[in-house]
């Protein structure tokens, strides 16, 4: 183990001295300071996506409305599948249930699919979730997300 502070433990420590002694001022210098970071969220974005999906995504919709792809890749990707509140393949259980239930949305949920594979769900446990969404959710439901993940399977 290290005897020095990383820089994220580095940052902590005024913000905590500062939150708990409400020093509102040095607190907002001590966050700017703590919270800069040397961050791209649309290259994270991309680099998440490609590697969830598997390849580099492009699709006619993106050269119609470039600031969808941008949007998609800085934010969703860049932003939201970098925080470690949840690692990918429980992100994919959620989204994939998500699409499931929401109807209307099979290539969505076929894509979601695809991705849930790609970060190491196997065909057994897919097949299981469909299973469990007959169980919550109904037989309609199941029926229907158990035919698309056949397209990937």
């Given at each position: 183990m290290s005897n020095h502070l990383n820089a994220r433990q580095l940052a902590v420590v005024p913000i905590a001295a500062f939150t708990?002694?409400?020093?509102?001022?040095?607190?907002?210098?001590?966050?700017?300071a703590g919270l800069a970071v040397d961050w791209n969220s649309l290259l994270a974005g991309?680099?998440?996506?490609?590697?969830?999906?598997?390849?580099?995504v492009s699709d006619p919709l993106f050269d119609f409305a470039p600031a969808i792809d941008t949007w998609l890749k800085a934010h969703?990707?860049?932003?939201?599948?970098?925080?470690?509140?949840?690692?990918?393949?429980t992100r994919e259980l959620a989204t994939v249930s998500a699409l499931a239930v929401l109807g209307g949305?099979?290539?969505?949920?076929?894509?979601?699919?695809?991705i849930s594979l790609n970060v190491g769900f196997r065909p057994e446990q897919l097949i299981a979730f469909t299973a469990l969404l007959k169980q919550h959710c109904g037989a309609e439901i199941a029926e229907n997300a158990r035919a698309v993940l056949d397209e990937c399977i």
């Open positions: 708990a002694t409400g020093q509102p001022d040095k607190l907002e210098a001590a966050l700017n991309s680099q998440t996506q490609t590697q969830l999906v598997g390849q580099p969703l990707f860049g932003d939201i599948f970098q925080r470690d509140v949840l690692d990918w393949p949305v099979n290539s969505q949920l076929k894509s979601h699919f695809a």
